[in-house]
């Protein structure tokens, strides 16, 4: 009688293999779909980065092609009038010298 009774509480248990002990009850509803995927690539398996690596310099270049002529011009533009704006504070402040 003690036999069966130590052994009562772990039948329940023994009933699902795929599932961790402290969830059996939540899954015991739970009937498994036909044609449901059982085997995926692990997450470890997975090339994330890889091929966003593979056509980063292409696509790079393209951006460039597209945006660089403005990019380019624009910062010649902003770097003459920076230039410029220096060197007329610069005379500016030596005309008042005695």
């Not at 509803?29 to 690539?41: A, K, M, N, S």
Request: aromatic share 14%; charged share 20%.
């Amino acid at each position: 009688m003690v036999l069966s009774s130590a052994f009562a509480r772990s039948r329940t248990l023994m009933a699902r293999h795929d599932v961790s002990p402290h969830m059996v009850k939540w899954w015991k509803g739970v009937r498994p779909d036909e044609g449901q995927v059982t085997r995926h690539l692990s997450p470890y398996e997975q090339q994330i980065i890889l091929p966003w690596l593979k056509t980063w310099p292409k696509r790079a270049y393209d951006k460039f092609a597209d945006s660089g002529p403005y990019l380019v011009s624009t910062f010649i533009i902003v770097y003459g009038v920076a230039a410029a704006s220096d060197a007329a504070d610069a005379a500016q402040d030596r005309s008042y010298r005695y």
